[in-house]
């Protein structure tokens, strides 16, 4: 059963990838559940705003500014892990989130990145030439492909 807050969540992404992050959510549920856990998805799609404001407050916080999230493109989400409605803190829990993941070929963690670790964070994979498409349009240079 996927709650209120993840559903909510899940809506804001783009609609082609919402399928695939139920699918998780639900394989992510099972797993912490019998642990006395609920994983909720606590975030989906930022607006630029919300991502310049979240960058403005350092690195340890997120290194992507505007347009270069992939919450910003509605295809990433962050994962809050609760016991008793309180937020829980501890990294090896979310290490776990990880061997989740890895059951999904789409998708991509945040814990297996080199240097900067976001372990809540789960996002879509996209091909190079998205990536490139994408940086292009953040930075709005005209390009014929």
């Not at 919450?71 to 994962?79: C, R, S, T, Y």
């Amino acid at each position: 059963m996927i709650d209120d807050r993840s559903e909510k969540n899940i809506q804001t992404l783009a609609p082609s990838v919402q399928p695939l992050f139920r699918e998780f959510l639900i394989k992510l549920k099972e797993y912490f559940e019998p642990l006395g856990i609920n994983a909720v998805i606590i975030c989906g799609t930022r607006t630029l705003a919300e991502q310049n404001a979240l960058y403005a407050k350092g690195k340890t916080v997120t290194k992507a500014r505007a347009g270069y999230s992939y919450h910003n493109l509605g295809m990433a989400i962050d994962i809050g892990l609760f016991r008793d409605g309180k937020y829980l803190q501890e990294p090896e829990l979310y290490n776990q989130i990880g061997i989740i993941v890895r059951e999904f070929s789409e998708l991509e963690w945040g814990g297996e990145w080199k240097g900067f670790k976001d372990t809540p964070h789960v996002q879509y994979r996209l091909s190079s030439y998205l990536k490139k498409h994408r940086n292009r349009t953040v930075k709005k240079e005209v390009t014929i492909a």
